[in-house]
């Protein structure tokens, strides 16, 4: 176990803690999603609590090294101050004099949040000596942001090494408590379910999984790939030929532990889509197949009412649930119904005492537009760094972090 922020001693100290504020913005540079703000609210009250200086560091976009004042966090600093109901300072930049000396008059109880890291190219180098700048504004570490806890940048790892006292904030606790039990010591019947486009991006996720699940339900194009694998016909779906035969190896390795894996035995498929609009080619027949062939000239877009109906009962009879990637292409209204259905059935095995996980971006979304959000047990707010927690791999950020 790592320590956590309550296993170190932060009152009346100068914490710098490491957030993820990359937030999407409007045209007029507002925050028009402010979840991973407010997500970081439990760790800063807890410091405010403990009459801690607070000093924020997190990156947004991807700037390249660049100043860019379209990436600059000000939008940030400006809604969590709406959130705290308190000022929160603004720098210039995060590194240099006019920092050090905001960060040195900086009182207990007041909050300064620091310009875009990637500002300077040194960050995603994990440079020691840019590292070194940042550890000087302040005394203790706090890691809060498990959406960066995968790269081993200055803010993440090289920082460590010149503030010894460092802790995980609430927010990766959380995650690493609720991805770490559902892994390590799963209430059983667990199950896995795995979305998204291509198999490439899962295939050691695929591999992690099957020495820990009971069953593995696989959706979304992936799912293409191993059914060509079972020599189904795919008709124009997206299909990573040269995947087959590791889909052909999963499923026999998953054969050979007695693990259930759970692929569609039928689909919404349709004639015309286009992909980069996220909307129905004009004109395109959208109907469901009677089996699992996909007819030539025609993509599969979504699970159909039969696998839905095959796996409703593996979902609500599952005690441990780890999700990651939607079951079709779910943006599109008409092609929505198999991931919505996968969510509802998710929450419905949650509220029967089932403990869920859910991650990616995707995933996250239908289970939003399923209204159930509130009904799941764990919402992941690191899309890649829980792909990697789920892969086995271990995560810089948090190696960095010492032991209890």
């Known amino acids: 176990m790592k320590k956590t922020i309550k296993d170190i001693d932060v009152s009346g100290k100068k914490v710098l803690v490491r957030v993820d504020y990359n937030v999407p913005l409007d045209e007029n540079l ?83 949040l620091l310009e875009n890291l990637r500002f300077h190219p040194e960050e995603e180098k994990n440079d020691d000596k840019f590292a070194a700048e940042l550890a000087s504004l302040g005394d203790v570490f706090v890691q809060d942001a498990f959406g960066t806890v995968h790269r081993a940048h200055a803010s993440t790892v090289g920082i460590v090494k010149y503030l010894q006292t460092a802790a995980a904030g609430f927010l990766v606790e959380k995650e690493l408590l609720f991805l770490g039990e559902a892994l390590n ?48 016909e795919t008709g124009n779906s997206l299909v990573e030929g040269d995947k087959i035969g590791l889909a052909k190896e999963l499923l026999q390795k998953a054969q050979e532990k007695k693990i259930n894996i759970f692929i569609p035995i039928d689909h919404v498929i349709t004639s015309g889509v286009d992909f980069a609009n996220k909307k129905v080619t004009d004109g395109a027949v959208i109907k469901e197949t009677e089996g699992a062939d996909i007819p030539a000239g025609f993509i ?93 791999k271990e995560l810089p950020g948090i190696a960095a972090l010492p032991d209890k």
């Open 30 to 112: 507002n925050v028009t999603n402010d979840k991973r703000i407010a997500a970081t609210l439990p760790t800063i009250k807890y410091l405010l609590d403990q009459k801690a200086a607070i000093i924020l560091m997190s990156h947004l976009g991807r700037p390249k090294g660049k100043v860019m004042a379209a990436m600059s966090l000000k939008p940030a600093a400006k809604r969590l101050s709406e959130l705290l109901g308190r000022e929160v300072k603004m720098a210039p930049d995060c590194i240099g004099a006019e920092v050090k000396k905001m960060a040195k008059d900086l009182k207990p109880g007041e909050i300064l």
């Open 185 to 232: 010591k799963p209430k059983r019947p667990f199950l896995a379910i795995l979305g998204g486009a291509k198999v490439s991006d899962k295939i050691e996720v695929i591999e992690n999984l099957l020495s820990k699940v009971d069953s593995l339900i696989i959706g979304g194009a992936m799912a293409y790939t191993f059914l060509r694998a079972e020599n189904v």
């Open 300 to 392: 599969g877009v979504d699970i159909g009412p039969m696998t839905i109906k095959r796996i409703a009962p593996v979902i609500l009879e599952a005690k441990t649930i780890v999700w990651n990637g939607p079951a079709g292409i779910f943006e599109i209204e008409q092609f929505s119904k198999g991931t919505v259905e996968i969510a509802r059935l998710v929450a419905q095995a949650t509220e029967k005492g089932a403990v869920s996980v859910v991650g990616g971006g995707d995933s996250i979304a239908a289970v939003k537009k399923a209204g159930v959000d509130k009904k799941i047990t764990h919402i992941s707010t690191g899309g890649g760094a829980s792909l990697e927690f789920l892969e086995g």
